[in-house]
T-cell receptor
Framework: DADVTQTPRNRITKTGKRIMLECSQTKGHDRMYWYRQDPGLGLRLIYYSFDVKDINKGEISDGYSVSRQAQAKFSLSLESAIPNQTALYFCATSGTDGETQYFGPGTRLLVL | GESVGLHLPTLSVQEGDNSIINCAYSNSASDYFIWYKQESGKGPQFIID?????DKRQGQRVTVLLNKTVKHLSLQIAATQPGDSAVYFCAEKSWGKFQFGAGTQVVVTP
């Protein structure tokens, strides 16, 4: 079984809709991250959380929100989706050293 | 090497040859570096890492070289196999935060 899972794997939505992407991990890590990946660009950090009570903005948090429901779960919401949020979204976890990050399989999101 | 834009640089390698993938990093204060492999439809997968107090580290069939003078990182893959076809990108860590390169597409030809 995969250590980091993401649901859904693919999603098509319309402009203005609210959607949630979910991430679960079985690695027992405290730290979790949400990234987006656009063609030809490196991963960009949206939000990160170092434990259940900790939420931090990344470099591109506008238009997104997160919820850390438990150590193992970290969800990303798009409050009102817009077309330029079309991207591949990855969840990742790391241990307390914050070094090696383990990525989920990604969610491909298309906003029409 | 790495670049920003819609099209990734591509490295075409014949099966059995060695591959060298380059990465120019941006921050001289970066103290930790990782190479990731990303296959089509999958998440990035850790390959090898290196700290700034080292200039070379070897793994199974892979070697990472770090040249801090020119802020350059390279990944060497020995005896490249079809399963090595993927996008490879580097990440640098400075002040607790990671920056990721866009990647290089490696295509292994028979």
């Amino acid at each position: 079984d995969a250590d980091v899972t993401q649901t859904p794997r693919n999603r098509i939505t319309k402009t203005g809709k609210r959607i949630m992407l979910e991430c679960s991990q079985t690695k027992g890590h405290d730290r979790m991250y949400w990234y987006r990946q656009d063609p030809g660009l490196g991963l960009r950090l949206i939000y990160y959380s170092f434990d259940v009570k900790d939420i931090n903005k990344g470099e591109i948090s506008d238009g997104y929100s997160v919820s850390r429901q438990a150590q193992a779960k970290f969800s990303l919401s798009l409050e009102s989706a817009i077309p330029n949020q079309t991207a591949l979204y990855f969840c990742a976890t790391s241990g307390t050293d914050g070094e090696t990050q383990y990525f989920g399989p990604g969610t491909r999101l298309l906003v029409l | 090497g790495e670049s920003v834009g819609l099209h990734l640089p591509t490295l075409s390698v014949q099966e059995g040859d060695n591959s060298i993938i380059n990465c120019a990093y941006s921050n001289s204060a970066s103290d930790y570096f990782i190479w990731y492999k990303q296959e089509s439809g999958k998440g990035p997968q850790f390959i090898i890492d290196i700290r700034s107090n080292m200039d070379k580290r070897q793994g199974q069939r892979v070697t990472v070289l770090l040249n801090k003078t020119v802020k350059h990182l390279s990944l060497q893959i020995a005896a490249t196999q079809p399963g090595d076809s993927a996008v490879y990108f580097c990440a640098e860590k400075s002040w607790g935060k990671f920056q990721f390169g866009a990647g290089t597409q490696v295509v292994v030809t028979p």
